[in-house]
């Protein structure tokens, strides 16, 4: 790997822990946001599914973006966007000022993957690409676990959530600076997509030139629509990660609450345990890029979802000696994250070069997706039945994962494999 491709690989996986641990900034606050505002569980899972919301309604726009203009300007507005979100969320007075903040958010993160994968395409060789989306899924899983370990030492520390909230924005800024300069240095081939368009001067976007700009965004999400049709590779793969997604933020979400209510933890440690459980899977991703450059993706993703369906399954019992719990705990991300090389992968593959943002956004709408749906879907389930149900309907959605796993690897056994695109 040249030393370009290294420190592009570097500048996305640092954007990437940024952006998640936005992404997950509420839930290890969950009990003292329940005294500040005098909200419930459900409640605020759907702050947390408001801004999956959103970030999944602007990634086809943000994939057009990258994939017309330019990748460094939706990855820059990613990372201010997101880090002003954040400084919203710390100062919220309210629960509808926090859910304001969501949604600044959302705008921000929603810019971080049709950025980085056509960032990282670009700047791998296809060999090299499942290393790397190896490295940059790890720094992601760090940036969720991120949240929990920075609210778990902010409470010990007696400082409060709202210093934890803080920090993670001021860390974020401070990185967002240094993304600037990082960036500059980069070939523009990497940082524009080929025969990238001159972004529009403000004073020459009227009235009419910005219904014509609208229209042609437009147009290019309704010609992504159409290829996504096309293709029966595409659409397996956007519902696997749609399911995927679910599962994983039913784990992420509420994880530390089925240790703190169902098995008796203190909240702190709970999240201690979390974080734990989001690194070890963060460290599983790295092993999950070898492994899909070695025996392939499908191998890794059918065992991966196939522990997390008994693992979820055990827990949901709600039966188990805690110290059981703790430490089936701490493996489940890593059940999950272990696919994310073998996905990212396949959808690379199955790419034309100029279409890498678009189809990357495509799967981020199914992660998204899943962001928005199953934080509140799940917080029902806690609210009306009980965590251990929640978890059981982990291993149900897990099953479905696995099951498409499966569909996947008939559609390309088929002949409609996905092929390296020049």
Not at 112 to 130: C, I, K, M, V
Not at 137 to 161: E, K, R
Not at 377 to 387: C, D, I, P, T
Request: with cysteine; proline share 6%.
């Amino acid at each position: 790997m040249t030393s370009e491709s290294s420190r592009v690989v570097g500048l996305v996986a640092g954007s990437h822990l940024v952006n998640h641990a936005y992404l997950l900034l509420l839930p290890p606050a969950f009990p003292f946001l329940e005294a500040a505002f005098g909200v419930t569980t459900a409640q605020l899972g759907l702050a947390v599914g408001l801004l999956g919301g959103v970030v999944t309604l602007l990634q086809l726009p943000l994939g057009y973006v990258s994939d017309t203009y330019s990748r460094q300007l939706v990855l820059g507005l990613s990372l201010v966007v997101g880090a002003a979100g954040c400084t919203m969320a710390a100062l919220a007075p309210t629960f509808e000022w926090l859910l304001a903040a969501q949604v600044v958010m959302g705008v921000g993160v929603a810019g971080h993957h049709p950025a980085h994968y056509p960032l990282l395409s670009a700047a791998t060789d296809e060999g090299q690409r499942g290393r790397a989306y190896s490295v940059h899924g790890f720094a992601g899983a760090v940036g969720l676990a991120t949240p929990f370990a920075v609210v778990s030492l902010a409470d010990f520390a007696g400082v409060g959530w709202r210093a934890a909230f803080g920090a993670i924005a001021v860390g974020g800024a401070l990185y967002a600076a240094v993304s600037f300069a990082v960036i500059a240095g980069v070939s523009r081939e990497i940082t524009h997509p080929p025969d990238a368009r001159p972004l529009p001067r403000p004073r020459a976007v009227g009235h009419r030139r910005l219904r014509a700009l609208v229209g042609r965004a437009a147009g290019g999400v309704r010609s992504e629509f159409r290829g996504f049709l096309a293709s029966p590779v595409i659409p397996v793969l956007t519902a696997l990660w749609f399911v995927n997604s679910v599962a994983a933020w039913g784990l992420r979400t509420y994880a530390a609450t089925l240790l703190s209510a169902g098995y008796g933890l203190a909240p702190a440690t709970a999240n201690l345990v979390g974080s734990v459980m989001l690194g070890v899977g963060a460290l599983l991703i790295l092993a999950g890029g070898y492994l899909t450059d070695r025996v392939g993706p499908l191998p890794t993703m059918v065992v991966g979802y196939a522990l997390l369906v008994a693992l979820a399954a055990g827990l949901g019992t709600v039966a188990i000696p805690v110290v059981v719990a703790v430490a089936a705990v701490v493996p489940l991300a890593a059940t999950i994250d272990v696919s994310r090389p073998g996905r990212s992968t396949l959808t690379d593959a199955a790419s034309a070069r100029g279409d890498v943002g678009k189809n990357f956004a495509l799967m981020t709408v199914g992660i998204s997706a899943g962001g928005a749906v199953a934080p509140p879907a799940f917080g029902l389930l806690v609210g009306r039945f009980g965590v251990g149900t929640a978890f059981y309907g982990v291993a149900a959605t897990a099953l479905l994962a696995l099951a498409l796993t499966v569909a996947l690897g008939r559609v390309t056994a088929s002949g409609s494999a996905p092929t390296p695109a020049d």
